[in-house]
């Protein structure tokens, strides 16, 4: 069996999410005045950035969560198969992603397709993260032998609804009004944030 060092995966992986937050904060520039000095066009600008820096908030704690989660699941991996390096390699992917939706959402906050985007993208995340889930379970070499295999079943399928269909969910409700959108994205780093803290197979991603 072809093994990855468990630790330079994560050392890799943590890189990357470190990245991925540093790079939500660079859309949000200084806004430029006309007349330095006036109170009154620095509070106008400022708050034309509200919808960047509500998209910037909503993505930094999701990611925070993805990492949470990622981190969790990790600690019941035993082996770092290929198959699981490469499953890995894709969620990293579509997380690295993150950061033009949140853009995107951030200068057309009114626009449904750009919401639909940004809550397409992170079910492309959770989804990737459900297959690794799944792969997990079903090579008992991956996962540590103190794992509750039942739990653990239960807790990945659970994953989907978690995951790919609340985001996209967010995503479509965006037709329907930026709000409810907005809402759902808001909602679900929120719920994981002050919820019950979950068990070590709980999905949260």
Known sequence: MDYFSKTRVEAFSDGIFAI???LLVLEIKVPRLEQPESLGELGVALLALMPKI??????????CVIWVNHHRLLAQVEHITHRLFWLNALLLLWCSFIPFPTALMGDYPGNPLALFVFGSI??????????????ALTNPQVLR???????????????VLAGPVLYLLGGALAFVHPWLSMGVFGFIPLYFIF???????EPIG
Request: hydrophobic fraction near 55%; charge should be positive.
């Open 20 to 22: 991925i937050v540093t």
């Open 122 to 135: 992170l079910a492309l995340m959770a989804l990737a993260f459900s297959l690794i889930r799944w792969y």
């Open 54 to 63: 509500l998209s910037w908030i909503i993505s930094f704690l999701i990611v």
């Open 145 to 159: 032998k103190s794992v509750d295999l039942q739990h653990y079943r239960q807790a990945t399928t659970r994953s």
């Open 195 to 201: 919820a019950n803290a979950p068990s070590a197979t």
